[in-house]
């Protein structure tokens, strides 16, 4: 009876983010877990339901997590407060028992990204004029000039680019959809694929799909990056080459350029600037090697 008390208002907070929130399956699976942890821990200490459930025991709960991951810490606790506000909210709850809880904050590592040159030198790999050179050369250009995710780049159709107008649209993280540009030279790139290379790899079962296989079906994420991690080879770079790198690439060089952070988000497709706030720590970092390469007064050290 007691499980049952918690699980009914899990429940009903699980189906209030499928339909309000829009969050992808896996992060509602983990939610899913992390409150069905917590209900456990809690009806051990006696609380029969959310609606008993104290400030001290939730922090039991947390304090017990201290031998997990910090990652792991920090998103079962975010489950859980964002839970006790949608009991509050919902009047399930008059307070928030969560309100003074606090967990360990996870270092974000910055993120990788290549230099002007090292793209350049990346884009100009795959130089033919073969239909595989058009395929690689248009993926490329695309993955860089939209800073799409590897799952987005993988599932466009020919339907979502729109080259006269250059634009496409992703389908993102939890369904969302968002229009991103696209520029120049990917659009050429792009014409030349869609015109003189794909009709080479179209075969009977082929459908709508933008960048093909040899078998004429999608190229897979691991096919994609692939691709990627060959050109990068061939191109002299020496980084270790990660899925997520282009789209780095993308972000820090927007910023570097002068672009605004809600622009980048919007095309980046975050849900919150903080996601995108990680690019000005690139940028800080950057102009911090340089003062300490070229400033003067560091260099008399």
Known sequence: MQASAFASDIDAYLAYIDLERGLSRNTRE???????????????????????????????????????????????????????????????????????????????????????????????????????????????????????????????TLQQVDLENGFTRVFGKGSKERVVPVGDRARDALASWITSGRPHFVKAKTRSELFLSSRGTSLSRVGLWGIVKKHAKRAGITKTVKPHLLRHSFATHLLSGGADLRSIQEMLGHASISTTQIYTSVEGRRLLDQHNRFHPRNREK
């Open 30 to 156: 983990n939610y899913q877990r992390d409150l069905e942890q917590c209900a456990a821990f809690l009806g051990r200490l006696g609380a029969t339901d959310w609606r008993t459930a104290t400030a001290d025991q939730a922090g039991q709960w947390v304090r017990s997590l201290s031998r997990r991951a910090a990652t792991s810490q920090a998103r079962k606790l975010t489950a859980l407060r964002m839970f006790a506000r949608f009991l509050v909210r919902e009047g399930l709850r008059k307070d928030d028992f969560t309100a003074l809880l606090s967990g360990p904050k996870p270092r974000r590592r910055l993120p990788e990204s290549l230099t002007r040159d090292e793209v350049t030198r990346l884009l100009a790999s795959p130089g033919g004029g073969d239909p595989p050179s058009l395929r690689d050369r248009a993926l490329l250009e695309l993955f860089y000039s939209s800073g799409l995710r590897v799952s987005e780049l993988a599932a466009l």
